[in-house]
Nanobody, 127 residues
């Protein structure tokens, strides 16, 4: 059974940092382009960042460039999102996802191009 499970969310003050994890089971995560999305209250889900299979390329939404870093740990079949200098507008439920088709990480990730999804983890940035 293919499964993605996010963890690492929580409450953090503005300017703080968090690292989200996405653990995969039932398949090799690094064989797929995979990414992070987020959905804030009352808004549509948006792509945050993605990393290509093999880790050769990454893309980031303009709103997180320079603050967020996506990475993978193939030994642990896990993907991470390191988030620095967090802002209140980063508050959202964060989801990890993987795409069956090749080269979906050609740009900022788009929801319709990803097939496997986790259940999400809440990130709240507030003082």
């Amino acid at each position: 059974q293919l499964q993605l499970v996010e963890s690492g969310g929580g409450l953090v003050q503005p300017g703080g940092s968090l690292t989200l994890s996405c653990a995969a089971s039932g398949f090799r995560l690094d064989y797929y382009d995979r990414g992070w999305f987020r959905q804030a209250p009352g808004k549509e889900r948006e792509g945050v960042s993605c990393i290509s299979s093999g880790g050769g390329g990454t893309n980031y939404a303009d709103s997180v460039k320079g603050r967020f870093t996506i990475s993978g740990d193939n030994n642990n079949n896990t993907m991470y999102l390191r988030m620095n200098n967090l802002k209140p507008e980063d508050t959202a439920v964060y989801y990890c996802a993987a795409g069956k088709s090749p080269y979906v990480c050609w740009d900022v990730p788009k929801e319709g191009e990803y097939d496997y999804w986790g259940q999400g983890t809440q990130v709240t940035v507030s003082s």
